[in-house]
């Protein structure tokens, strides 16, 4: 049974930094595309970040491009994302995400949650203005 399970989130000034963490067990992440959404209350799952099986390729909204730094240690099954310059609108549940069979192995670009099989439980970020 894969499990991913978030850390790392808690309420912060604006202009801060917070990492977030993301361990799996049950299988290892080798092989699929891992990811970051964002959920508030009332709004749709915003995808945040993704990142490909060997680490090689990433991609991001604009909305975080340049702030957010996603990545991944195969070995140690986790993903990291790095938030930098944080705003009061990245005020979320952040959530971790394991892709499925059709993004095996790819490079490609999954902002669309539905490309993704596994989630966390999520971790709540809070940026003070």
């Known amino acids: 049974q894969v499990q991913l399970v978030e850390s790392g989130g808690k309420l912060v000034q604006a202009g801060g930094s917070l990492r977030l963490s993301c361990a799996a067990s049950g299988r290892t992440i080798r092989g699929y595309v891992m990811a970051w959404f964002r959920q508030t209350p009332g709004k749709e799952r915003e995808f945040v970040a993704s990142?490909?099986?060997?680490?090689?390729?990433?991609h991001y909204p604009d909305s975080v491009k340049g702030r957010f730094t996603i990545s991944r240690n195969n070995d140690e099954n986790t993903v990291v994302l790095q938030m930098d310059s944080l705003r009061p609108e990245d005020t979320a549940v952040y959530y971790c995400a394991m892709g499925g069979a059709s993004s095996f192995y790819s490079t490609g670009y999954y902002p669309d949650p539905h490309d993704y099989d596994y989630w966390g439980q999520g971790t709540q970020v809070t940026v003070s203005s």
């Open positions: 990142i490909s099986w060997s680490g090689s390729n990433t």
